[in-house]
């Protein structure tokens, strides 16, 4: 068997798997989130890319345009609910409606648990947690008027494994994971499915690491089954289409782990 890892995929032709389809997506000004609303307009989907700096969701929806896909930028901080209810309510003007929501953002730090602050964990929560819950009770209205949709939320690989310096992240994320198995109980009678993906993936944060850390980011990768970090548009955002899709339209609850086989 070779030892060679696995090449990366390549990102999907453009095609009309989502054609007629509305997806905002928070945190969509770069990384995982980045390569999700690439992912989703290559799959024909109205794309609406939320952030909060809105001149990198605009330099991604103008990424997108250069392909042929339908992107619209709207400024987002997800801590603020006024400014959630705002985008979900551009949304509804501009299209008429929404077929999912996809739950990317979320400001990440790094402690001991020993020196763990009350500010930590509020950041995690209200990055998280809250704005997760306040970004699916704005869509929630527009997802039933549609007659169903799909929501994917991400949690995390840290909070799994448990990994150190991770405590209030994993805490946050772990909510997440929670909040989404109860909303697939309560809105499956709407049609609404609500699913949780566990990325490991090459983040603005990890390829700086590998530049920074080359040795120790290798030893990282040996720990990954497929011998790569998993792409943000190839891997991720592909997945996530098939979630938005009809492909997997009994999946609700559960939680979809790509990590590579990482251990």
Known sequence: MSSTPTASPQSAEPSDRLAGKVVLVTGAGQGIGRGTARALARAGADVVLAGRTVTKCEAVAAEIEEFGGSAFAVACDVTDRAQIDAAVAAVARRFGGLD???????????????????????????????????????????????????????????????????????????????????????????????????????????????????????????????GRMGDPEADIGQAVVALVSDDLAYLTGDTLMLTGGAR
């Not at 020196?115 to 929560?125: A, G, K, L, R």
């Not at 494994?161 to 909510?175: I, S």
Request: with cysteine; hydrophobic share 45%; charged share 20%.
């Open 100 to 226: 999912a929501l996809v739950n990317n953002a979320q400001t990440s730090l790094q402690r001991l648990i020993a020196e763990t602050s009350p500010e930590d964990v509020e950041v995690c929560w209200r990055s998280g947690p809250l704005a997760t819950l306040y970004a699916m009770q704005a869509a929630l209205p527009l997802l039933r008027a549609r007659g169903g949709g799909s929501i994917v939320n991400f949690g995390s690989s840290t909070a799994i494994d448990g990994d150190a310096t991770f405590g209030a992240y994993a805490m946050a994320k772990e909510a997440i994971r929670g909040l989404s198995r109860v909303a697939a109980r309560e809105w499956g009678r709407y049609g609404i499915r609500v699913n949780i993906v566990v990325p490991v993936a090459l983040s603005p944060a990890a390829a700086d690491f590998s530049r920074t850390e080359p040795e120790r980011f290798r030893a990282m990768t040996k720990n990954i089954a497929l």
